[in-house]
């Protein structure tokens, strides 16, 4: 098993920014991708970004060149720094990472962007 614990969400003001944290734990051997997703009231959970253990990353469309996936593999922990937020980009966020066969996903936290 492996938990995952998201921290960073809060509430900011439209061009704000704010750093995401998910920490992974227990049975993280060979942990490959992780990635943040996010779901907006009324919506579909959707990508955000997510990043491979060599570090290579993909991103929405909606969120490319605002925000930025790093993981440090050392401490198991993956981050999502996010600059001139939006108010669409309102929702709650997820940390995902793989193993194996098997998705992982973490609690979420909230994230609110005031106009």
């Known amino acids: 098993q492996v938990q995952l614990v998201e921290s960073g969400g809060g509430l900011v003001q439209a061009g704000g920014s704010l750093r995401l944290s998910c920490a992974a734990s227990?049975?993280?051997?060979?942990?490959?991708?992780m990635g943040w997703y996010r779901q907006a009231p009324g919506k579909q959970r959707e990508l955000v970004a997510i990043?491979?253990?060599?570090?290579?990353?993909d991103y929405a469309p909606s969120v490319k060149g605002r925000f930025t996936i790093s993981r440090d593999n050392a401490e198991n922990t993956v981050y999502l720094q996010m600059g001139s937020l939006k108010t669409e980009d309102t929702a709650v966020y997820y940390c995902?990472?793989?193993?194996?066969?098997?998705?992982?996903w973490g609690q979420g936290t909230q994230v609110t962007v005031s106009s």
């Open positions: 990043i491979t253990r060599r570090g290579s990353t």
């Open positions: 995902q990472a793989n193993l194996g066969t098997t998705n992982y």
């Open positions: 227990g049975s993280i051997f060979g942990i490959g991708a």
